[in-house]
């Protein structure tokens, strides 16, 4: 009895020793949110398990299709891998391609054509909710200390970009983040936390402003306000910079107006551009293609 109870106090004692000179430290957590709003993961872009192994569904003369299905974050998020071929490159850049709210990877494979027509794979992925959000049930989520699907969401788009880069007929170094609408703004937030992507094209999107509600004193409490900030894209935009932000916006848009945008463009730092199309559309249309040509081109230069 009496050893056991030495051998106990012995290694109380080593264990508050190693504590304190700091050889046993406590776990970080998987993510976070700062005091500033800004979310930040501390594991790799994929979840631990096989590698993603694409499934080929078409195989024509200019072009690869393959499916593929990768663990994020507890999910099984599908995508649709493009591959454009006869390039005299041996790889190409990649493109992750986030959709809008309600639209599948195959309701973007027009985008996704164009890109492979012009020398860029592509993965667009299911977006969890199809790219649909519940701030009201992710703000209580985060409060309450859970993962707000919003941010899985970021997660997702992390994710796909490692899919591209392994890939061996993609060029790991030249990836980038397009998306459109919804998938705009989780585009620009993915960007902004995937240090080796080369830039953003964001299409018919905009920030929430959330800065505006705090200085007008609309949303006071500080958790509150940290959550609205990790989800709105405008307090990621410095940490783009000096990679490349590109807009591309109609100027009738009657989901997000053209007013909207501007209001986020104006708080980004150079390089940047922003290029209006006379449309009453909403998202992607072909008149866009002489602008992404030259934009995708500079960026991946």
């Known amino acids: 009895m009496k050893r056991s109870l030495a051998t106990g106090i012995i290694l109380l004692i080593i264990t508050v020793s190693l504590t304190l000179t700091g ?15 800004f979310l930040r993961y501390r594991i790799p872009a994929l ?22 299905v990768y663990g994020s974050r507890g999910e099984d998020i599908e995508g649709l891998i493009r591959i454009p071929k006869n390039w005299p490159e041996k790889q ?11 639209v599948t990877k195959e309701g973007e494979q027009g985008l996704a054509r164009y890109l492979c027509d012009i020398g860029y794979a592509s993965i667009a992925i299911d977006q969890r909710n199809l790219g649909g959000i519940n701030m009201e049930d ?17 997660y997702d788009a992390l994710s796909a970009a490692e899919v591209l880069r392994r890939q061996p007929e993609i ?3 030249r990836i980038l983040y397009l998306g459109e609408s919804n998938g705009g703004r989780f585009a620009i937030t993915g960007c902004a936390l995937d240090k ?6 964001a299409i018919s999107t905009c920030g929430y402003g959330i800065d505006a509600l705090v200085a007008s004193a609309r949303m006071t ?18 940490e783009i910079s000096p990679r490349t932000f590109v807009m591309i916006h109609s100027s009738n848009d009657p989901i997000i107006p053209y007013s909207s945008a501007q209001q986020t463009y104006i708080k980004i730092a150079e390089p940047k551009s922003l290029h209006v ?3 009453e559309k909403h998202g992607y249309n072909a008149s866009m293609n002489p602008f992404l040509e030259a934009e995708l081109a500079r960026v991946v230069s």
């Open 23 to 37: 050889c046993i430290t406590k776990q970080e957590p998987e993510w976070d949110v700062t005091s500033g709003g």
């Open 47 to 68: 979840d631990p398990g096989p590698e993603p192994v694409p499934e080929l569904l078409e195989d024509s003369d200019n072009y690869t299709l393959y499916e593929v």
């Open 92 to 102: 190409v850049p990649g493109i992750v391609l986030l959709p809008g709210a309600t």
């Open 138 to 154: 992710d703000l209580r989520m985060f409060l309450n200390g859970e993962e707000p699907v919003q941010h899985k969401m970021v």
């Open 171 to 173: 060029d790991p170094d």
């Open 196 to 201: 080796r992507a080369r830039g953003v094209v």
């Open 221 to 238: 409490d500080p958790d509150t306000i940290r959550f609205y900030r990790s989800v709105d894209p405008d307090t990621y935009l410095d």
């Open 277 to 279: 199309i006379e449309a």
